[in-house]
């Protein structure tokens, strides 16, 4: 057993192989009943089952790709027919919804190219995956501890030229907030929200490119509280 249900407890594994370069898994979700979508009642009787390719997350360096038998059901009181929901991987998506979350947040710490590379996804879903991420950390603001080191970096949303800045917490390499906007102004902002900015000892940006991590101070940021460094 190389992928043991515990990263997706809702679905049931019907045979997985290990090849060369990857898995291959079969999947079905657990539910034996559905509701029906037209009249709300309870059934149980299958109408026909398809397949769905799905890509999740690398397991042991092997990318794990995963065919969902995706069920269609009939109402027996209503006669409808129907597709099963699919809250683990979502409506027409391709990946699993842990998976864009994972990718989402690798891309909060590294380029988004990057993060491609690794995981053998398109650019093109890993910065969806961001913006999913960040309406995620936008709808639930507030950090709770001020850290020492502040990490900020900036990217753009779906390339739609609108920039956010995300703020992170260097001492634990944990972002801590994604906020709107860009530029100075927006970390004075965020260091004027905090309840004691005189915590913040430095300030590290462009920290998702550290590569070669190196810090060189710029300024004394204005309020009196530390150093601005850049990374480069
Ligand atoms: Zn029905």
């Known amino acids: 057993m190389y992928l043991s249900s515990i990263r997706m ?12 370069g990857h898995f291959e898994v079969s999947v079905i979700n657990r539910r034996g009943e559905v509701t029906c979508p037209r009249c709300g009642r309870v059934t149980t009787k299958e109408h026909d089952r398809g397949q769905q390719l799905k890509q999740d ?43 864009r979350e994972y990718l989402g947040q690798e891309a909060l710490h590294q380029t988004v190219k ?4 690794k995981e053998d996804v398109s650019e093109g879903l890993v910065r969806r995956c961001v913006a999913e991420e960040v309406e995620r950390r936008l709808g639930a603001r507030g950090a709770t501890e001020i850290p020492e080191f502040i990490g900020l970096d900036e990217f753009s949303v779906s390339g739609r030229r609108l920039y956010h800045t995300t703020i992170c917490n260097l001492v634990k390499r944990e972002v801590m907030e ?9 970390v004075e ?6 309840s004691s ?13 550290m590569d070669n991590f190196r810090l060189r101070i710029l300024a004394t940021n204005s309020k009196g509280t530390g150093a601005c460094f850049h990374t480069y």
């Open 114 to 117: 990057r993060t491609a590379q």
């Open 9 to 20: 407890p809702q679905l049931r594994i019907l045979k997985q192989k290990e090849l060369e």
């Open 178 to 186: 994604v906020v709107e906007g860009q530029g100075r102004q927006k």
């Open 57 to 99: 997350r690398r397991l042991r360096d092997k990318v794990v790709f995963l065919t969902l038998m995706k069920r269609r059901f009939r109402c027996l009181w209503c006669g409808k027919v129907f597709t099963e929901p699919d809250e683990v991987f979502g409506s027409r998506r391709r990946s699993s919804c842990k998976f």
């Open 197 to 209: 900015p005189e915590i913040v000892k430095g300030m590290a940006y462009g920290y998702r490119n």
């Open 189 to 194: 902002e965020y260091l004027d929200s905090l």
